[in-house]
C-alpha cells in the first residue's frame, strides 16, 4: 500500500493512526515519482475537488500514469456547483477524455469531522476501459 499527500504533516498524522505497513510518499500529486508503478485500486478522498477548478486535466492524466487495464479508482468527492464541490457534469467532463469507465456515481451525505456537520459527497467508482 502506497499513501501520497503533499503535506508532511498529514502523512505524519496518519503514520501515528496507521497500525499496517505504508509507503508513505510527500509529493504533488501532479509531480509523482516514476517509481511509483501502476495499481490495483486508488482511493483519493478530498484531493480531485480542491485542484479541480484550476487543473482537472492534469489531475486526469497524472491518474491515467497510475493504473492499467484493472484497476479501479475510487474517489469521495464534495458535491457542491461552487468550489471546492464538483457537479455531476464535472465529472462527465473530466473523465471523458480519457480511457476511463464512470461505474458508479451516486450522492452520499458524508461528515465533516472538524467543522461536525453533514454534506454532500460523491462517491465516484471508475474502471479503465
Known amino acids: 500500500m502506497t499513501a501520497v499527500d503533499l503535506s508532511q504533516t498529514a502523512l505524519d ?66 458535491n457542491s456547483s461552487t468550489p471546492p464541490g464538483i457537479t455531476k457534469q464535472h465529472i462527465r467532463d473530466d473523465f471523458s477524455d480519457l480511457d476511463f469507465n464512470i461505474d458508479y456515481l451516486e450522492n452520499i451525505t458524508g461528515t465533516d469531522k472538524l467543522l461536525k456537520t453533514q454534506r454532500d459527497e460523491w462517491l465516484l467508482l471508475l474502471s479503465i476501459i
Request: charged share 15%.
Open 13 to 78: 498524522i496518519a503514520k501515528t493512526k496507521s497500525n499496517i505497513n505504508i509507503n508513505w510518499i510527500q509529493s504533488d500529486i501532479l509531480n509523482l515519482p516514476s517509481t511509483l508503478g501502476q495499481f490495483d485500486l486508488i482511493f483519493d478522498r478530498g484531493c480531485y475537488h480542491n485542484i479541480r477548478y484550476s487543473i482537472a486535466s492534469q489531475y486526469v492524466k497524472s491518474l491515467s500514469k497510475l493504473v492499467h487495464p484493472n484497476t479501479k479508482i475510487l474517489i469521495i468527492s464534495c
